[in-house]
């Protein structure tokens, strides 16, 4: 007898990922606002990484700043393109859709400070490298890319293995 089981559908999973992922960005904004406003920076790990406040008004990594339009609409309609791929491939490889999750939650956080305050919250000030202050959202956007990327890679080779597989048993 073949067991039946309900299946959690895998769309309310991404949704629970961007969800937790906006979460944690509003949160960890929120406490930067409230704790480091008022001064200049925080060394967690002197002359590595610090927690410094920022308001950005551009893009990532404060580029092209001043131009919060601009990135309100860019930023919509790829956040509009994400949801129709979710629904759409919401079947497909589970990895690529977490990515996609991961990303969409990332616009999210910072879409809701460039409404909210016309700028967003930046505190993660990793100076090891002299890098630029971003926040979580930041890094989910950034972690979800590389995700995005690494399963597509894997994708296109498993493609390519199944492909010279069937080709060689074709041919005998």
Request: charge should be positive.
């Amino acid at each position: 007898m073949k067991e039946t089981r309900m299946k959690f559908p895998r769309l309310i999973l991404y949704a629970a990922i961007a969800a937790a992922v906006v979460a944690a960005d509003q949160l960890t904004k929120y406490a930067a606002q409230t704790a480091l406003r008022d001064i200049e920076t925080f060394p967690l790990i002197r002359g590595v990484l610090h927690l410094t406040y920022v308001e950005n008004t551009g893009a990532a990594f404060g580029m092209m700043a001043d131009k919060r339009w601009i990135f309100m609409v860019l930023s919509s309609v790829a956040l509009v393109a994400m949801a129709v791929f979710a629904v759409i491939n919401r079947n497909g490889r589970m990895m690529t859709n977490v990515a996609v999750a991961m990303i969409f939650g990332g616009g999210v956080g910072n879409m809701i400070d460039r409404f909210a305050n016309g700028f967003v919250v930046d505190f993660i000030d990793f100076r090891l490298i002299n890098f630029w202050v971003f926040n979580v959202a930041d890094s989910f956007v950034c972690i979800g890319c590389g995700v995005l990327i690494l399963s597509l890679i894997l994708g296109e080779i498993k493609a390519r293995k199944e492909k010279k597989t069937a080709g060689g048993e074709a041919g005998e």
